[in-house]
């Protein structure tokens, strides 16, 4: 199996992304997040998960291998496919899967698309005692240097091409409606803030 890629960046998609290793480009679909951030020629190393099928092979990429490893636990949930699977991590960070699941919440699995409401019951139900604790640490952090989070993602969003002022507002937005982990956290309200910018990267550079 296929358990991590590290190379260089040929072109990206909204959700995937394809890396050259020793010549050969791989295709590999990864969460948004992901996706945003790689640029075109620079190097990426991602942990990797190989589906097997009779018409097709699909890789599946994370940055994180805690990730990599909640990933291949919603594929055991009945209803949960690797495309399902790789829009709950995209659209959910560790710490909020394992807090919804910790309080047998499905609301947040159902924004998801493709995740149904008895599919979305179901991980609820079915994670339980399979992920570890939402971490206090990443609060306790943010709490401390709430600024140095904020700067961080607006350098982020900036650098992804958006100009300054948009950066700023986008992110201070952002902040406003988020819950106190994700405030805390620069991965969470990068993901909050280019969510609601949108995939377009005005002046910035393209895959």
Same mark, same amino acid.
């Given at each position: ?133 939402? !971490? ?42 988020? !819950? ?28």
């Amino acid at each position: 199996m296929i358990s991590t890629l590290r190379g260089t960046v040929l072109h990206t998609g909204s959700d995937s992304v394809i890396v050259e290793v020793g010549g050969v480009g791989f295709s590999v679909a990864v969460p948004v997040d992901v996706a945003r951030i790689a640029r075109q020629g620079e190097e990426l190393f991602l942990h990797t998960h190989l589906i097997v099928r009779e018409d097709q092979l699909a890789l599946f990429g994370f940055a994180e291998r805690e990730e990599l490893e909640v990933f291949a636990i919603l594929l055991g949930v009945t209803g949960v496919g690797p495309k399902s699977a790789l829009g709950v991590l995209s659209g959910l960070t560790i710490d909020q899967i394992a807090e919804a699941v910790a309080n047998e919440d499905d609301k947040p699995f159902r924004k998801v698309s493709g995740i149904g409401p008895k599919t979305a019951k179901l991980i609820a139900l079915q994670l339980q005692g399979r992920l570890a604790p939402p !971490s206090p640490a990443a609060a306790a952090r943010g709490a401390a240097a709430p600024d140095a989070v904020l700067a961080q993602v607006t350098q982020a969003v900036a650098g992804l091409g958006w100009p300054e002022r948009v950066a700023v507002d986008a992110v201070a937005s952002a902040a406003e409606t988020a !819950s106190d982990a994700d405030r805390a956290s620069v991965p969470a309200l990068l993901r909050l803030t280019l969510a609601a910018l949108g995939p377009a990267q005005p002046g910035g550079p393209r895959g």
